[in-house]
């Protein structure tokens, strides 16, 4: 008897529908076809287990199984629900009508029970675009897969559970998620805020700045300034994310087998800081079965590298591409696949070997030479993907006590939001241009353009200070923001003073000036 179920297979984020057919002849032979690998077929002991534990009979015969499109290399254990469902109705054990109604995803334990897998989202969007009535899923999963509305989802504990939805032996309720409502109640929920954080104005500002434009950052100060602190507080300030975000963040995070148990939507900008000793597949993503690397965790989020000379520099080479084209391609013998990764770079780093100079408090035992080389190890290119460079010191002490609580992350956020909702205003005929850093060398001349005064407070600034011709456009386009924060048309001459603040690493003298 032939039977056919439904499944999924998760290639990157790309979701193919998979018919599980089965058919039962007279025999001996178990025979599987359709390129499933090791994982799939490991599956027939499990489905064995199981279904004997539940009270039924695994069927003596000849099973033939293929997988379709077989031609689609098939992994991971979710395949087992459906092979077993689609091997008990083929052998007769169970009738059901309905089988051709549902899509099925569950890795099965060797007691029946249904293991949560890894994509349920995707796996659901897949399953109202074939126009199916309902997805079967793991019961750790129903809440992510529920998101999708016109969807009847069921989380299962085992596949007696299943059975009986099937066959109609019991009653099951769809799962309903209020995701809206749940949504916005987590919005604004934030464990960190830059009231703690006592002192460090100008930082305060720098990021102020980043967070208004969606600039890249990187700050330079000795140990204990307080670099991380401010940098895990930056998605305080973020604008909020939209449904459509949301949605897309999910996936990724869905996909990566990050979500949480229960999590239905992420509603808050994720935040990545990988430790430097991350490999290059692990930060772009990659290897044997394709899976989304830091970098796309970190979409419409941040991505922070904590002590960035440590990182390996071929490392920090792959992210030269992703942090302009806000995407990547992953291209291997076997698959190709594309990640978004469209985020925040915020980067800290001392700013020297012993991490003392220019520090009031210490004195620095470290060369010219030394600082060069240890600054070198940020190659050009990258740094030229940074448009604010910022220098941090400690806070004394008795500075510490004294200062009053910071402005408050809501506070600061409203700013930002402000600025934002111009630049999306500015753009809006601007196919794929959200925010100032994303501006093209047209779009400088024609929005950031200077008068005349402040184009000769830059000329004098450029030659006096030794800056790199690649600094001119990432000055204007920070000038630009800060004119959106101020609210002006303009790009006025104290933007333009502002702005060249921001980038220290560019002079020419940075590692000669000393501050005994």
Not at 33 to 43: H, I, K, P, S
Not at 349 to 362: A, R
Not at 415 to 434: L, M, N, W
Request: aromatic share 6%; glycine share 8%.
């Amino acid at each position: 008897m032939l039977v056919k179920t439904y499944s999924a297979a998760v290639n990157g984020l790309d979701v193919t529908t998979v018919t599980v057919e089965v058919n039962i002849v007279p025999g001996v032979m178990y025979r599987m076809t359709g390129l499933g690998d090791m994982a799939v077929r490991e599956g027939r002991d499990r489905i064995a287990s199981a279904v004997q534990f539940n009270g039924y009979k695994f069927p003596h015969g000849d099973i033939t199984i293929n997988l379709a499109p077989a031609d689609l290399r098939k992994e991971g254990s979710s395949f087992d629900l459906p092979l077993a469902i689609g091997i008990l109705a083929a052998s007769g054990a169970i009738t059901s009508d309905v089988l051709n109604q549902f899509m099925m995803v569950g890795e099965l334990g060797l007691d029946g029970k249904l293991q949560p897998i890894k994509g349920a989202l995707p796996i659901a969007i897949k399953a109202r675009k074939e126009k199916l009535r309902g997805l079967i899923v793991p019961k750790q999963n129903e809440r992510e897969a529920a998101v999708v509305n016109n969807l009847e989802v069921y989380g299962m504990e085992n596949i007696l559970d299943v059975i009986k939805l099937l066959t109609g032996a019991s009653v099951f309720e769809p799962t309903i998620v209020d995701t809206r409502r749940e949504f916005y109640e987590q919005q604004y929920k934030y464990d960190l805020d830059f009231a703690d954080v006592r002192g460090q104005e100008n930082v305060k500002r720098a990021l102020e700045v980043a967070a208004a434009g969606g600039h890249n950052l990187i700050m330079v100060g000795p140990p204990g300034s307080g670099k991380s602190m401010m940098a895990k507080r930056l998605p305080s300030i973020l604008p909020p994310l939209s449904l459509a975000e949301s949605l897309e963040t999910t996936q990724i995070h869905s996909v990566a087998g990050k979500l949480r148990r229960g999590t239905s939507l992420i509603s808050q900008r994720p935040f990545r800081s990988p430790h430097h000793t991350i490999s290059e597949v692990a930060l772009v993503g990659g290897g044997t079965n394709p899976q989304p690397g830091e970098i796309s965790l970190a979409h419409n989020g941040v991505l922070f590298a904590d002590e960035l000379p440590e990182f390996n520099k071929q490392t920090l080479e792959v992210l030269r591409q992703p942090l302009e084209d806000h995407k990547i391609t992953i291209s291997r013998s076997k698959y190709t696949v594309e990640f978004p990764c469209s985020f925040m770079f915020i980067a800290s780093m001392n700013p020297c070997p012993c991490g003392y100079y220019n520090d009031p408090t210490h004195k620095c035992c470290c060369t010219p030479g030394q600082i060069q080389r240890y600054m070198n190890k940020i190659s050009g290119p990258l740094l030229d993907r940074i448009d604010i460079q910022c220098e941090i010191s400690p806070v004394p002490f008795k500075d510490i006590s004294k200062a009053a609580p910071g402005e408050a992350s809501a506070t600061i956020r409203q700013r930002v939001i402000k600025a934002r909702d111009i630049q999306a205003e500015r753009y809006r005929t601007h196919k794929g241009i959200h925010c100032n850093a994303q501006m093209t060398e047209r779009m400088i001349h024609q929005y950031a353009e200077p008068d005349n005064t402040g184009m000769d407070l830059l000329r004098m600034a450029m030659e006096r200070f030794s800056l790199s011709a690649r600094a001119y456009s990432r000055i204007l386009k920070v000038a630009r923001t800060i004119a959106d924060l101020d609210g002006s048309e303009r790009v006025e001459v104290q933007h333009i003073s502002e702005a060249i603040g921001y980038r220290n690493l560019d002079r020419g003298d940075w590692a000669e000036r000393r501050m005994y």
